[in-house]
């Protein structure tokens, strides 16, 4: 964090009109000004006013009640996402190992509650959406998500999960913060998270923490695969190991 800022040169505008871009999601791609407005802690007429401007601007589209991003709001943070010297570092060898296994892999970091991707190396759309660098996905039910939660401080891990929407995206789903807490002490041990149907039915996916040549975890990485029968502990078996010697080789050039 640098120096605190002096409230006179902070642009009220423009962090009214990010909270509202900000309000949009995988699972809130469309809005009414009322969704926008309590999504953001907005009141109503502020909120139409940067969804309007949004519009006017190419940002947002309005179907006459909707409100919906164009893929134009991808310019605010395609550029920095590909620009990150961990996303320039990862992606060929993500590449390489996602060519190798035939899965997909992806690399993310933990922004707050949500795992933001910053990779992504994809064999096939395993998801009802499409995951891309910028994606979002919550921390609790994702390898990658839990993965980075367990290497934070308890306290802080359980503070975060406490300020959470623990929701059920699947009957198979841990909503329970005392399990989750669980969880993340396993997975702090084992040094790896394995997530079976948490987020899709269909969807399993085994991750570990990318960590730089002091060992702190700077991301996580993960590779996704659909159920084809097998058992969790199969996939630990077949794809830790190239999980493992890609983190080796990733923490021996990340400083």
């Known amino acids: 964090m640098g120096a605190a800022m002096n409230p006179r040169d902070m642009i009220s505008g423009l962090a009214k009109g990010l909270s509202v871009i900000e309000t949009f999601s995988a699972d809130h791609p469309r809005q009414s000004i009322t969704e926008a407005a309590q999504a953001s802690g907005l009141d109503r007429a502020t909120a139409r006013r940067c969804l309007l401007t949004l519009t006017e601007l190419g940002y947002a589209q309005y179907d006459g009640k909707y409100f919906t991003l164009t893929p134009r709001v991808l310019r605010l943070g395609t550029a920095c996402l590909a620009t990150l010297p961990l996303a320039q570092i990862v992606q060929p060898s993500l590449d390489l190992m996602s060519a190798e296994l035939g899965e997909s892999s992806s690399v993310s970091v933990l922004d707050d509650l949500e795992v933001v991707y910053v990779a992504r190396a994809a064999q096939r759309n395993l998801m009802s959406i499409a995951l891309m660098p910028g994606s ?120």
Not at 169 to 177: A, K, V, Y
Not at 191 to 216: K, N
């Open 136 to 255: 979002r996905l919550p921390g609790y039910c994702t390898s990658m998500g839990r993965v980075l939660l367990a290497a934070l401080p308890e306290t802080e891990a359980r503070a975060r999960l406490d300020r959470m929407a623990l929701v059920a995206r699947t009957e198979l789903t841990e909503t329970d913060p005392d399990r989750l807490m669980a969880r993340l002490a396993e997975i702090r041990a084992q040094g790896h998270a394995v997530i079976d149907q948490e987020v899709e039915m269909g969807l399993r996916s085994i991750a570990v923490p990318v960590l730089d040549a002091h060992g702190r975890t700077v991301a996580a990485l993960n590779i996704g695969l659909p159920v084809r029968g097998e058992n969790p502990e199969d996939i630990v078996t077949r794809y830790l190991p190239p999980l493992l010697t890609l983190q080796a080789e990733l923490r021996r050039v990340l400083t």
